[in-house]
């Protein structure tokens, strides 16, 4: 229970059902699962260690507000780290993860249409997941694993927008076809170009 209760509050934290700076009852948000109070007080230490929820004096724990500097910082970190990976998944990458990715702007396309945005962030976290075991560089991937565990709730709020489905998935694209000719330096443009836009759009949402 205690996992199933972590796994929960996480999903609807990173799907903002809990809105960032919402206040979280303990009596509420076990009423709402159908669980008790212990293995929820136990998912709210986990989720505080994750960074996703915090206690402030008098309103006790709440969700974690998206911040611009945590934007700013997140943008800076992925602009060195997935530039320079998506360089070394052009050098590397095989025509099976060439394929892949390809299938998954394929699915992509699909999603946007729909404006499945659950389905965009799932086939997003593999798209850029797929890249990073491309690279074969295990000390890069283990960073951006890390990274991309603190973004998902980030690209959540970004993805809200239906004018950018269709623009994620053609940076997608862009970024398949610049792996697929081995140009490192147009991988590295394409990624850079689409974390800006990621970070262009998610500032006006915010």
Not at 130 to 150: C, D, F, K, P, Y
Not at 169 to 186: C, P, T
Request: charged share 30%.
């Amino acid at each position: 229970m205690r996992d199933e209760a972590y796994e929960t509050i996480k999903r609807r934290i990173i799907m903002c059902a809990f809105r960032p700076g919402e206040a979280l009852s303990e009596a509420a948000v076990s009423a709402s699962l159908g669980l008790g109070r212990t293995p929820v007080r136990q998912a709210f230490d986990r989720l505080m260690r994750d960074g996703l929820v915090e206690v402030l004096p008098r309103k006790g724990i709440i969700v974690r507000p998206i911040s611009h500097d945590e934007v700013r910082d997140m943008v800076d970190v992925r602009l060195v780290n997935e530039g320079f990976c998506a360089r070394l998944a052009a050098e590397r990458a095989t025509p099976r993860v060439i394929a892949a990715l390809a299938d998954n702007v394929r699915q992509g396309g699909e999603a946007a249409t729909a404006r499945d945005i659950e389905m965009l962030m799932r086939l997003d976290a593999a798209f850029h997941a797929t890249i990073s075991a491309a690279a074969r560089n295990q000390v890069l991937g283990e960073i951006l694993r890390t990274l991309h565990e603190h973004a998902q709730r980030v690209w959540f709020v970004s993805l809200r927008a239906p004018e950018h489905h269709r623009r994620v998935v053609d940076e997608h694209a862009s970024i398949v076809d610049a792996l697929r000719a081995g140009d490192a330096d147009a991988a590295e443009a394409a990624t850079r170009a689409h974390i800006l836009s990621f970070a262009e759009n998610l500032t006006r949402q915010l």
